[in-house]
């Protein structure tokens, strides 16, 4: 037997933690044959993910427990390594655990008058030492009234959007007992916060000169965050700024960012803001001859199959493996089956992030929020083929094929062949990775008008991670149809989904009855706008608002609410041959417009009418429909209207009526939507480029403590 004295000194790499269970400096190892007591720590980075977190072990100990597979593995060599879950304090502080050299994480100083770092936060926290001069934190995920430190010295506020949340979900436990008025005193393990899609302000008001640290936990998901900080300090300013992105964290991140300064005087102020990163605009879609693809992540949502395929649509796993569902009435599908590459099976799965909908299904009629769909069972190579035919269209037909991958990565194929199965152009895209979780993405394929017979292969295979696996979900058909005129129209249902007036309305857009059945918001900066007030028709002059809308609404871009998130209002009146109208302007664009109006009705039926008109007022082309819904409770549909661009005409106008025809009920107007058809993602008509999505969409930033600990001068 012989005995090993490890010294941090003697270690040509010092480790520095954080984990309060590993602060030694010096560790004995006693070795039995060659056999160490402790298994070594190998690294103490913490591993994790949105499940679980772990850390690496190297080696094995002398214990070796029999009778059960649960225990952890034991290894003899050193060059053995394991991966150890972390599941709480009183599991992970073992004895058969140990360090060949471990030191306090000593930081550097900080060179200038204000240094922002990140690091990742302690799994579990204590408040009151974090911040033993003052903290703020938020102990309940179902109220945004925070916490603070009793007798804290310092102030700490926060500003938010109307639209913040209470949330929970952390990956960093909080716990403190010095809590004060209006919270809880005492506090365990606490994964509370508040989220936003917006940001945060933050104002720490620091008593006292010396040296300070501000730490602020915050994490954002899907995209990214920045934070901007400015030190107040009588005649001092300096300034700090850090961005990260979420990607780098499996689009989950929870991080400290640690703001450290020195103060002369008594009093300062630290300015700190929190605001989701910027999403990038997409890049050109990858094109061939005829036939362009995009990919679009799908982070969560529902789509409305209905509405995405009006000439086709096919749902994949909704009861099992194998069953199919598609669009009802459609007497020759462009959809064909689904076939197995490599032996991949079709097991089902009851979880995907994105749900779906559809009103016109067989042999499932209607379904609505399915997380339904089917996956390959894992393996390199491994995936599915579908062949979809491609009509003959004057317009681009757009395939919509969703998909999914969990820690793996996937690879797109669209293949455009001929009547007689000549490949005449092929794209690629292998974009939709993830090393943990998982995550979901629509590809979006535009056809460009040709020859008839043609169709189009999809392959869609797994080429990474042999422990992972590819999901498909559904896929949509668009064909656009050319009416003729100037003016084509379609109606489809809009039941129970949520609508982004931002992407939906690039050039414009309005929703009415937000907060009363006088309010209106409409796109920022629109100036005059291109859509008019609403107006009613007929005898009655009533408008009311409602607030029970299955069709909810969202915007990022208005006035006077700058952001609104899901609201499920409208306005509504009532009365046989009485309704409601507006116009809008239509602008000069190389491919012409897209309006949609957001329609519905309440037991009733009612006349929708969009007439195009010339400058001097010449009718020039109408659309017309009847939709009825008389059953008690709420219809929606969504009226989309092609405009097609006119050379010698630049000041168009489209009049938009609805008008109740039968007694009973009423009808509804929630919104109208105006979008450069060149920029439309997926319309009811044609469209190959997705639109540049805001800053805004899709971001969502947490935020779940902020804590000062001073060290005052003299």
Known sequence: MCSTVAVVGDCPNRLHTNNSHARMHIHVYVHIHHTPLHT?????????????????????SNYRPAGSHWYFPQAAALNVHNKYFLMDARYERAGTLGFRCAADAIQPPCPGPLCLRIDAPRAYTDLDTLGSSAWLAWANANSITPTTRAGGVGTISVVFSNTTTACAGAQVALSWINGGSPGATVVANSSAGICSQDGFSILASISGSGDHVVTVLAGASVHGLRMDATL?????TANASRAIQATDYDNVVNLAWTLQFHTNTTTSSLRISIHPLPVPPPPSPPCSPGLCLYLTPEIGGDVDLSSKGPSDWVHYG???????????????????????????????????????????????TVVVKSPTGVYNGGGVGKGYAV????????????????????????????????????LLSSVNDSSLVVQQASLNGVYRIAVQPGSSGRSLRLLWTQVKGDTGNIAIQSIAVNVAVDCGTPLCGTRHPNEASDVDLTEAGNLDWTHWGAEDNTASDSKAGRGGGLIAPVKTIGSSTIIQNYANNPTT????NGEPDALVIKTPTGIYTRGINCGLTTTVLIPSTPAGVIVRVYLGNFGSMGVFNATLASTDGEPLAKYSNTYAHHDAFIGNAVF??????????????????????????????????????????????????????????????LLQAVAISSVHAG
């Open 387 to 422: 062949s979809v035919s491609i009509p003959m269209s004057s317009t681009d037909v757009i395939v919509l094929v969703y998909v999914g991958v969990y820690q793996a990565q996937g690879n797109m194929n669209a293949s455009l062949l001929d009547s007689t199965g000549r």
């Open 553 to 556: 609404f969202t915007w990022a």
């Open 232 to 236: 107040l300090d009588g005649t001092v």
């Open 40 to 60: 070594h720590v190998s690294s103490l980075f913490r591993f994790g993910d949105i499940h679980t977190r772990s850390v690496v072990l190297r080696g094995g």
């Open 640 to 701: 989309a209207l092609a405009v097609k661009p006119a050379s010698n005409d630049s000041n168009r106008t489209l009049t938009l009526t609805w008008v109740q025809t039968a007694a009973g009920g009423n009808i509804e107007w929630q919104a109208v939507a105006v979008q450069g058809n060149s920029l439309a993602l997926d319309p009811q008509f044609i469209s190959t480029t997705a639109p540049a999505r805001g800053p805004l969409s899709g971001a969502r930033l």
């Open 318 to 364: 909704l009861k099992d493996g194998t069953s199919v569902d598609r669009e009802a009435g459609v007497k020759s599908p462009l959809i064909g089956p689904l076939l197995s590459v490599d032996g991949a099976s079709l097991t089902p799965y009851k979880n995907c992030a994105v749900t779906f909908s559809w009103t016109n299904g067989s042999p499932a």
